[in-house]
């Protein structure tokens, strides 16, 4: 679908008249969407606002800028604005934003009809676009906000989405996917480095006062993981930190710019989804995860992640990998004592997966782990 233009209309009509006239449109349609949403559908109001400040920024950024359409005329637009615009412009861009973007559309909609403002054809239009093209979405925000990337090879000499080159390949495991969303947990252990590498100082670090809430088991395998600095990428002033999972021993490796904690919780989240995409784990294509940075220490961990960083150093002396995550198959090898036995991680983080999955359709998709306080 394609971005409609009205150069006409706005020769005649002042911008700023425009942009009044527009927004005005837009906040009249938005409270009506806000006040449906929580008191006949049941949405909490933080949701449903988040739902509508999405909405705005589309109609008001978006729709503004390629002409003078408010939310309703511009509905063919949000196809172009979500899995493009969207995508290359949005610093907070990443698979659970263009998620909660598509969600929020696909409820507006559904207002729109049953208020009468459109057709049902058209939310069936959208449904049938939504199936047909969100897995492409999903998969152009990961790769673009992949540091493995050159951004350069995402897009053909006419600027369009080269979207055959970046595909999944034909012997990778696909991820299963569960209808709706669902609701995700971490709680991070933050080495001292890690922590002022990334600029995170408290109080946003939670001290723990017993490391027997740390190290417990009354909480979800995969809630508890901690990160420590691995090394650093020659040339840059990146680094590559490694986060290891308590219960499996199972780490993932991720390479952040430094001083910007959103790119290494955003990268922890990217990383963890990738490990349970590499098990095909079933997981729901939006994910409310929350996040929580803490600092201590973790017996249990330290010895074994003092041997990932002298494995790994050699693993990138021999540089026989081509991108960072290759180093995560090799580094998972690694046996370490669990319950008393000597096991691999890659052997046990998926028999946790298939025994306690992250995501369950028969729970409700609701999985949240309780913060430590």
């Known amino acids: 679908m394609e971005v409609s233009f009205h150069f ?11 942009v009044a006239r527009v927004e005005a449109a837009n906040e009249e349609l938005l409270g009506h969407f806000i006040n449906v949403l929580i008191l006949e559908k049941g949405v909490g109001k933080r949701k449903a606002h988040q739902y509508a400040d999405d909405l705005r920024f589309f109609g008001n950024e978006y729709l503004l800028d390629y002409g003078g359409d408010n939310l309703l005329e511009g509905l063919s637009s949000f196809p172009s604005f979500v899995g493009d615009w969207f995508i290359r412009k949005c610093m907070w861009s990443d698979e659970v934003t263009l998620g909660r973007n598509v969600e929020a559309f696909g409820l507006f909609l559904r207002i729109q009809m049953e208020w009468g403002k459109i057709k049902q054809d058209e939310v069936n239009a959208w449904d049938d676009r939504c199936q047909k093209d969100l897995e492409l979405w999903c998969l152009r925000v990961k790769v673009y906000n992949s540091p493995e990337m050159d951004l350069e090879d995402l897009f053909d000499e006419d600027g369009q989405w080269n979207d055959g080159l ?24 933050l080495s001292a480095k890690v922590a002022k590498f990334c600029a995170i100082k408290p109080p946003e670090l939670v001290k723990l ?76 294509t939006k994910i409310d995860l929350q996040i929580q940075t803490l600092s201590g220490a973790a017996r249990s961990l330290t010895s074994f992640q003092n041997q990932q960083m002298y494995h790994l150093g050699s693993l990138v002396e021999r540089r026989d990998f081509e991108f960072l995550d290759d180093l995560e198959v090799p580094l998972n090898k690694l046996p370490t004592k669990i319950g ?34």
Not at 8 to 18: P, T, V
Not at 346 to 367: I, K, N, Y
Request: aromatic share 10%; net charge negative; with cysteine.
């Open 209 to 284: 006062t017993e490391r027997g809430d740390w190290e417990g088991r009354e909480h979800s395998w995969f809630s508890n993981w901690r990160c420590e600095e691995a090394f650093g990428m020659k040339g840059t002033k990146e680094k590559v930190m490694l986060v290891t999972n308590e219960r499996t021993r199972y780490s993932v490796l991720i390479r952040i710019p430094g001083k910007d904690p959103k790119s290494l919780l955003m990268g922890v989240h990217s990383a963890i989804m990738r490990a349970f995409d590499r098990f095909n784990v079933s997981r729901p």
């Open 8 to 18: 006409n209309d706005m020769a005649e009509e002042e911008y700023e008249d425009i």
């Open 340 to 373: 008393g036995e000597y096991k691999f991680p890659d052997q046990v983080f998926p028999e946790m997966c298939e025994e306690t999955p992250p995501f369950d359709a028969a729970a409700g998709l609701d999985r949240i782990v309780p913060f430590l306080n």
């Open 166 to 189: 970046f595909s999944s390949k034909p012997d990778e495991k696909q991820p299963v996917r569960i209808p709706g969303g669902g609701k995700l947990v971490l709680k991070l252990l």
